[in-house]
């Protein structure tokens, strides 16, 4: 029993002018030129990760698994340099945008003539257009066996219709009809042999064939859908049957060019096979759900339980820092933004939290010690006034400052020497400085009030007009002069009469311009 032969790629220019077929000569085959169409196919518009490749005149398909890897057939790549390639993405393969190719991996086993382990992964050289989401190979632990016969796949390619035409997307379903994984390979039919690896179905009511290759067959599993197989060979018409290269056997073939397995560190769901980053390392699910973590020590990758204490946080750090306690997230205490400095305002932001804004400059700060001085505000910082000088030059009294009342100026103990000075020695008394004997500044003079400043020397002040300074005399601008109204008699003074004969008055005139003249250099009049 032997097989047909690939689904090999189609020779596009050809195809697109006379709707021939014909085959890579790099796969050593000789296939000829046939005209039988896919049958039963529709448009697909839900694959935008399925692919046209382009390579010479060839034409292939193949699924874009990583955000920049495409998965395809061993024999649409095997001999091919990456510049031979161009990645064509969109339903039509005539108007698709283009990428180009960086590196180019065949399975290193892969068998051109036995159709044996046809497989080979493209890395892209730009990135994918935007909106383009990747699909996942099925992994091994998920893989395609013997209880999948019978199952529903998904088949998508951008090989020949009905009509004649290619370049296309195009989705029929199948269901799975055969699993071979014995190393000897397995009978498909009449007269037809799977290759080792491989998965295939009936194509009686229609199916894949030449520029399909290379294309998915989709497999859901709970709900997910990967690519479970690689479009690889059929029969020389795509009549009876098609096969594909079983996924989920090159696991590591895969990995080890593209990463991202589960555990790996990644930063976006596109470094992951499995589509999802969760907490910093490709999980086997998007792990979303509040005290679940897939970064837990020894179990990587696995979506598990978070430890009590773990961070469950709901982005809002005003509210305070949530925790998890027996898988259930338990809230946090509120943030207290008091700073207890009076020169900024303080408020929560819930992606910052605590913030602190500088009040206006100048803004009082009083610390209530009124010693150091009146305290204002300067770039949010309470600054120190000027210190309050509590000296007031006097000896006799002790100065010091209270915060609470500010410069008290205290007489010292009366007698304290308060130094010597223009009067001689000197002492305290009730806070003033005094000479220890004022007599030295006595004038005998009635009319003048007599006192000693330490600094300044005697002083006679004028008392007041009116002031009586004698019997029958009174002080007239520091005068002591004789009183009008008054006159001498027996008993004394006697005020009332005027004094009598013109020569007394004239006597007293005399008197008194004597006494001025006397006085001139030492009488101080008080105002």
Same mark, same amino acid.
């Given at each position: 029993?032997?097989?047909? %032969?690939?689904?090999?790629?189609?020779?596009?220019?050809?195809?697109?002018?006379?709707?021939?077929?014909?085959?890579?000569?790099?796969?050593?085959?000789?296939? %000829?030129?046939?005209?039988?169409?896919?049958?039963?196919?529709?448009?697909?518009?839900?694959?935008?990760?399925?692919?046209?490749?382009?390579?010479?005149?060839?034409? +292939?398909?193949?699924?874009?698994?990583?955000?920049?890897?495409?998965?395809?057939?061993?024999? +649409?790549?095997?001999?091919?340099?990456?510049?031979?390639?161009?990645?064509?993405?969109?339903?039509?393969?005539?108007?698709?945008?283009?990428?180009?190719?960086?590196?180019?991996?065949?399975?290193?086993?892969?068998?051109?003539?036995?159709?044996?382990?046809?497989?080979?992964?493209?890395?892209?050289?730009?990135?994918?257009?935007?909106?383009?989401?990747?699909?996942?190979?099925?992994?091994?632990?998920?893989?395609?066996?013997?209880?999948?016969?019978?199952?529903?796949?998904?088949?998508?390619?951008?090989?020949?219709?009905?009509?004649?035409?290619?370049?296309?997307?195009?989705?029929?379903?199948?269901?799975?009809?055969?699993?071979?994984?014995?190393?000897?390979?397995?009978?498909?039919?009449?007269?037809?042999?799977?290759?080792?690896?491989?998965?295939?179905?009936?194509?009686?009511?229609?199916?894949?064939?030449?520029?399909?290759?290379?294309?998915?067959?989709?497999?859901?599993?709970?709900?997910?859908?990967?690519?479970?197989?690689?479009?690889?060979?059929?029969?020389?018409?795509?009549?009876?049957?098609?096969?594909?290269?079983?996924?989920?056997?090159?696991?590591?073939?895969?990995?080890?060019?593209?990463?991202?397995?589960?555990?790996?560190?990644?930063?976006?769901?596109?470094?992951?096979?499995?589509?999802?980053?969760?907490?910093?390392?490709?999980?086997?699910?998007?792990?979303?759900?509040?005290?679940?973590?897939?970064?837990?020590?020894?179990?990587?990758?696995?979506?598990?339980?978070?430890?009590?204490?773990?961070?469950?946080?709901?982005?809002?750090?005003?509210?305070?820092?949530?925790?998890?306690?027996?898988?259930?997230?338990?809230?946090?205490?509120?943030?207290?933004?008091?700073?207890?400095?009076?020169?900024?305002?303080?408020?929560?932001?819930?992606?910052?939290?605590?913030?602190?804004?500088?009040?206006?400059?100048?803004?009082?700060?009083?610390?209530?010690?009124?010693?150091?001085?009146?305290?204002?505000?300067?770039?949010?910082?309470?600054?120190?006034?000027?210190?309050?000088?509590?000296?007031?030059?006097?000896?006799?009294?002790?100065?010091?400052?209270?915060?609470?009342?500010?410069?008290?100026?205290?007489?010292?103990?009366?007698?304290?020497?308060?130094?010597?000075?223009?009067?001689?020695?000197?002492?305290?008394?009730?806070?003033?400085?005094?000479?220890?004997?004022?007599?030295?500044?006595?004038?005998?003079?009635?009319?003048?009030?007599?006192? +000693?400043?330490?600094?300044?020397?005697?002083?006679?002040?004028?008392?007041?007009?009116?002031?009586?300074?004698?019997?029958?005399?009174?002080?007239?601008?520091?005068?002591?002069?004789?009183?009008?109204?008054?006159?001498?008699?027996?008993?004394? +003074?006697?005020?009332?009469?005027?004094?009598?004969?013109?020569?007394?008055? %004239?006597?007293?005139?005399?008197?008194?311009?004597?006494?001025?003249?006397?006085?001139?250099?030492?009488?101080?009049?008080?105002?």
């Amino acid at each position: 029993m032997g097989r047909s %032969g690939l689904f090999c790629s189609v020779t596009f220019s050809v195809l697109l002018m006379m709707g021939n077929l014909a085959c890579n000569p790099d796969t050593d085959l000789n296939l %000829g030129v046939h005209h039988f169409p896919i049958i039963n196919g529709s448009p697909d518009y839900e694959h935008d990760s399925v692919v046209a490749i382009l390579f010479g005149d060839y034409l +292939c398909s193949g699924t874009l698994i990583t955000h920049d890897v495409v998965l395809t057939a061993g024999h +649409c790549a095997y001999g091919y340099q990456p510049s031979d390639f161009t990645v064509l993405f969109g339903t039509d393969a005539n108007a698709g945008i283009a990428r180009g190719v960086s590196e180019v991996r065949v399975h290193p086993q892969y068998d051109s003539y036995n159709i044996v382990n046809d497989l080979a992964l493209l890395r892209l050289s730009s990135a994918p257009p935007a909106g383009v989401d990747p699909i996942p190979f099925l992994p091994h632990s998920l893989g395609i066996d013997s209880s999948d016969v019978n199952k529903n796949l998904e088949y998508v390619g951008f090989g020949q219709t009905e009509t004649g035409s290619v370049g296309v997307r195009l989705t029929i379903d199948h269901a799975l009809d055969w699993v071979c994984t014995s190393p000897a390979g397995c009978t498909v039919g009449p007269g037809y042999g799977a290759s080792p690896n491989t998965i295939c179905s009936s194509q009686s009511t229609g199916g894949t064939c030449h520029g399909d290759s290379g294309g998915p067959a989709f497999v859901l599993r709970s709900g997910k859908e990967y690519v479970a197989g690689v479009t690889s060979y059929g029969d020389q018409n795509c009549l009876y049957f098609g096969c594909s290269t079983k996924v989920d056997e090159f696991e590591s073939f895969i990995v080890d060019f593209v990463g991202g397995t589960n555990g790996s560190v990644c930063s976006d769901p596109e470094d992951c096979l499995s589509g999802y980053c969760a907490d910093g390392v490709c999980c086997e699910s998007d792990c979303s759900e509040l005290c679940m973590t897939c970064n837990l020590a020894g179990s990587e990758g696995v979506c598990m339980p978070a430890p009590d204490g773990s961070s469950c946080s709901d982005g809002n750090l005003c509210n305070g820092q949530e925790t998890c306690s027996a898988q259930t997230c338990q809230a946090g205490q509120a943030l207290n933004c008091d700073d207890s400095n009076v020169c900024t305002m303080d408020g929560c932001e819930p992606d910052m939290g605590c913030v602190h804004e500088p009040v206006l400059d100048g803004t009082a700060c009083p610390d209530g010690n009124l010693c150091n001085g009146q305290e204002t505000c300067s770039a949010g910082v309470c600054v120190s006034g000027q210190a309050l000088t509590c000296d007031d030059g006097n000896d006799c009294t002790s100065d010091s400052c209270d915060p609470v009342s500010a410069c008290i100026n205290s007489p010292v103990a009366d007698g304290t020497p308060c130094g010597g000075g223009q009067c001689g020695s000197a002492s305290c008394h009730s806070g003033a400085c005094m000479p220890d004997d004022e007599s030295v500044c006595d004038d005998a003079d009635p009319c003048t009030e007599d006192s +000693c400043s330490v600094q300044a020397g005697c002083m006679h002040d004028v008392v007041p007009n009116g002031t009586v300074c004698g019997g029958c005399r009174t002080c007239f601008n520091g005068l002591c002069i004789p009183d009008d109204d008054c006159e001498l008699t027996g008993d004394g +003074c006697s005020c009332g009469g005027p004094l009598h004969g013109s020569h007394h008055a %004239g006597l007293w005139v005399l008197l008194f311009f004597l006494l001025a003249v006397s006085r001139l250099g030492r009488i101080r009049i008080h105002p």
